[in-house]
């Protein structure tokens, strides 16, 4: 691969930029001038080190060392689903929800690529599964995100037309039945408009990447229309699954809409 | 269901609310006026009985205890009529689980085109009729009415009542009528529970 390396004065320039940034934010009085500095010097720290840290896993090249990176990446993947909630749920299914739907869809769809589609050798060669997984979760985890957030608020907004169908005799399933639809259709939202305007409006990250790398722009779009048919089915399936299971979380065995199982960020 | 045995009884229950235990029993054809201060736990009895609350206590029908209902099935015949009626769909038909009989529309002073009717369209009073009506298309054992007529005026509040008399009539179902209204609650020429 012919890749034109980068220097630090190089990056330095770019930093530089960033810097003269916070300072128009500093002079205009925006007061983002704090954060915009340390995200960008965490943005620094994060990625050296995952570059090392990739470094020595991809020359180690041991499985166990892939699971415990993959294991990392589910962690806070969850962790970001549940910080974007405005009315988690309560205990471990706050945290557990996301997790769990995030591992179903994305693993399962990750194992479906390693084995079957690109089928690296050995298969869970780490220079093909991390960033796979990366990109399947990352995605996933906006979506789940979405979802489970528009769920919980729609539920406890529309709690009395909720209730009212109960005492109308409906099943609980029914009762919720547009705000899972409402739910499902958001978690769905940026997926289909990442794949609508794929290529016209903006070129997708990794395709970017592999043109850069020297890899042929042809080979190179295959494999994005595959991540992108990865990703959608990773966010659809694990919506569903997020959504399935928090709808029925908002319910207790005699079917009673439990919003105390919600709390609140206010 | 055995001869003399209540169609609905109340053993032991208590509330979110806590402070009061629940002892009474239903007939067929009966109605018990409920009426205390706001506060006091008259619409927490209802959701209770409704199993749309947790609460203590057993609750029968006919006989059957409620924990060996489904809960859909139990609220399909112990229906709740809250003081507040909730609309989750655009038209009003689409809240209607079976359409009503054009008689009953017009008893309560409805035509029938009233079901093609968009729901923001209707006044709080007009919400308060359809929403007992699309309770009693469901031919609920038990009515729990929360202040049924507290929207309406004199005339509408009469049609309502005899609406309700009507089906008690009718039908072998008994009602729990939540009144703020003493001259309503003789009237309603029924048992009485006072709340404190």
Known sequence: MNVISLSALDLGLAAMLVILLSVLTWWLKIGTTRSLLIAGLRTVVQLLLLGHVLRLVFSAGQWYWVAGIMAVMLLVAGYEVNARQHRPFSGWWGYGLGTLSMFASSFSLLMLTLLLLVQPQPWYQPQYAIPLLGMLLGNSMTGIALALDRLTESAWKQRREIEARLMLGHEWNDAISNIRVEALRSGLMPIINAMAAAGIVSLPGMMTGQILAGTSPIEASKYQILIMFLITAASGLGSVIAVQTGARRLFDDRERLTLSRLKSRD | ?196
């Open chain 2, 1 to 196: 269901m055995l001869a003399g045995q209540p169609l609905f009884q109340v053993k032991n229950l208590t509330t979110l609310l806590g402070s009061e235990v629940f002892d009474f029993s239903l007939h067929p054809h009966e109605v018990l006026a409920i009426s205390g201060p706001s506060g006091s736990g008259k619409s927490l009895l209802l959701r209770a009985l409704a199993d749309l609350d947790k609460h203590q206590g057993q609750v029968f029908l006919k006989g059957r205890s409620q924990a060996t209902f489904k809960p859909a099935e139990w609220r399909r015949q112990i229906v709740l009529v809250a003081a507040e009626s909730a609309w989750w769909s655009s038209t009003v038909a689409d809240h209607f689980q079976k359409l009503p009989t054009e008689q009953s529309l017009s008893e309560l002073g409805f035509s029938a085109d009233v079901l093609r009717w968009p729901v923001n369209r209707l006044s709080s009073g007009e919400r308060q009729r359809l929403g007992l009506l699309r309770a009693l298309v469901l031919k609920p054992t038990i009515l729990l009415l929360d202040e049924p007529t507290a929207n309406l005026d004199e005339k509408n509040t009469l049609k309502v009542e005899k609406l309700i008399k009507d089906y008690l009539k009718n039908n072998p179902a008994a009602a729990i009528w939540v009144s703020h209204n003493s001259t309503q609650r003789k009237r309603l020429n029924s048992k009485e529970l006072v709340l404190a």
